[in-house]
């Protein structure tokens, strides 16, 4: 496991779309996870930037998105679907045709979530996967409590979560009650995790995911187990971590004591095969 700190949200986006590009040139036909929520918008505007101005081509990619609202269309404007449209893929030259996001409004939810999880097979697995972390430690729509070998199936959401996502919705009748999800152990089979933190509201769930336990108390602490998985967070999602020293975090990265040394140089060193950047 490797742990980046940076300063500000924007810093982590910029690290995190440096991740993203560098595999994207790797392996122009790379299968990529992708996560909704506010925390990865800003890594899926700095990927159409690149996109854009730098010419880092999408479209050979297929993308599998993590989870989906059960009862809700694809033109809901709370719908992962639209979310996804709106915010990346019209923007990109992705082929649609290659693009996967759960279909909440299946009449059998049990079929499209055997189909999903054969599709990512048929694929050859997801390369990358994008994660943002619930403030109760969800990965994807796996709440507290979920197996952590799951597979892609329904979820009842949590009151929490209900309640994280009233925000969006004009009202608490409207906010979905179930999902669609990716399970744990699907997210774990990905050769590669990026799990993304940001805020003050996540520093509590990030402590528990990265120094806790692992527990299926708190989902996301089953990425240390991840051979590569890579949290970013920022300053005020690092505030709680106990083992990072607490000097001042100005775009330098530290060591913790557990955590391998983080000397971060050109993308390519940072994200690069060494077996030295994983938590031993
Ligand atoms: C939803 C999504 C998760 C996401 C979480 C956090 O629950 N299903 O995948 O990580 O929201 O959202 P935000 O990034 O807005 O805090």
Partial sequence: MLLILRKTYEDLSQEAARLVGDRLRRKPNLVLGLATGSTP??????????????????????TFNLDEYIGLPRSHQQSYHYFMRESLFKHINLDS?????????????????????????????????????????????????????????????????VRDNARFFTSMEQVPRYAITMGIGTIMEARE??????????????????????????????????RRAYFIIDEAARSKLTQVPVEEVTGREYAAPGYQSLRLGEPSEIFGERRAHERT
């Avoid at 690149?50 to 297929?62: Q, W």
Wanted: glycine letters at 10%.
């Fill in 41 to 62: 918008l800003g890594l899926y505007t700095a990927l159409i930037d690149k996109c854009r101005n730098e010419g880092l081509d999408f479209s050979k990619v297929t």
């Fill in 193 to 226: 995790l990026l799990i993304l933190a940001s805020g003050e509201s996540k520093a509590e769930a990030v402590r528990a995911a990265v120094e806790g336990p692992i527990t299926a108390a708190c989902p996301a602490s089953i990425c240390q187990m991840h």
């Fill in 97 to 161: 045709r290659h693009t996967h996001v759960p279909d909440g409004m299946a009449r059998d939810i049990e079929a499209q979530c055997e189909w999903y999880e054969q599709r990512i097979v048929d694929v050859g697995g997801i390369d990358l996967q994008i994660l943002g972390i619930g403030a109760n430690g969800h990965l994807a729509f796996n709440e507290p409590g979920s197996s952590l070998g799951s597979r892609t199936r329904i979820k009842t959401l949590s009151e929490r979560t």
